[in-house]
Antibody
Framework: EVQLVQSGAEVKKPGESLKISCKGS????????IGWVRQMPGKGLEWMGI????????RYSPSFQGQVTISADKSISTAYLQWNSLKASDTAMYYC????????????????WGQGTLVTVSS | DIQMTQSPSSLSASVGDRVTITCRAS??????LNWYQQKPGKAPKLLIY???SLQSGVPSRFSGSGSGTDFTLTISSLQPEDFATYYC?????????FGQGTKLEIK
């Protein structure tokens, strides 16, 4: 069974750093992209960026470029989403999802999705 | 960025109804359009990819159509488990933006 399992919920203070994870299983991790999607409380889905674990090719949404870092360790089939200095506005559910191995900028879809990681940033 | 606009934003319907949700892109995206279903407290689930291809395991009452800038998701006969929020997503160019969502509620 193809699965993406994300790390658990986090509660952090403003200014702290954080790295959340997404572990793939049941498929060849380097044969698909991994994407990250933000969902703020009560709001819609926002595409943050994608990474190809095979060579770490990464694309960011301009809205998130410079605000987060997406990385992957193919040796353990795990992708990461990282913040250096959290803000209260980073409070959200974050989902990872698998994307077929198509071109970086065109095509594809997200399936399956991880269960989500809730990040709460509060002083 | 390509803007995706869904209509309506919310919709009340009854079990057995035929329902159509529309998604419009701010520029032509060919058929690079996906549809997702999200239930409260759950991750989104892929329903339709490439505008009209039904994802494996998704009931055949769901269908998608369109090309260019205008797309539709149709549920032919609503079932109780279909009450959820639906999102379209373009994958024509990064960032692969989502629509704002359509919340389908029980009448």
């Amino acid at each position: 069974e193809v699965q993406l399992v994300q790390s658990g919920a986090e509660v952090k203070k403003p200014g702290e750093s954080l790295k959340i994870s997404c572990k793939g299983s049941g498929y060849s991790f380097t044969s698909y992209w991994i994407g990250w999607v933000r969902q703020m409380p009560g709001k819609g889905l926002e595409w943050m960026g994608i990474i190809y674990p095979g060579d770490s090719d990464t694309r960011y949404s301009p809205s998130f470029q410079g605000q987060v870092t997406i990385s992957a360790d193919k040796s353990i089939s795990t992708a990461y989403l990282q913040w250096n200095s959290l803000k209260a506005s980073d409070t959200a559910m974050y989902y990872c999802a698998r994307r077929p191995l198509v071109g970086a900028t065109t095509g594809g879809w997200f399936d399956p999705w991880g269960q989500g990681t809730l990040v709460t940033v509060s002083s | 960025d390509i803007q995706m606009t869904q209509s309506p934003s919310s919709l009340s319907a009854s079990v057995g109804d035929r329902v159509t949700i529309t998604c419009r892109a701010s520029q032509s995206i060919s058929n690079y359009l996906n549809w997702y279903q999200q239930k409260p407290g759950k991750a989104p689930k892929l329903l339709i990819y490439a505008a009209s291809s039904l994802q494996s395991g998704v009931p055949s009452r769901f269908s998608g159509s369109g090309s260019g800038t205008d797309f539709t998701l149709t549920i032919s006969s609503l079932q109780p488990e279909d009450f959820a929020t639906y999102y379209c997503q373009q994958s024509y160019s990064t960032p692969h933006t989502f629509g704002q969502g359509t919340k389908l509620e029980i009448k």
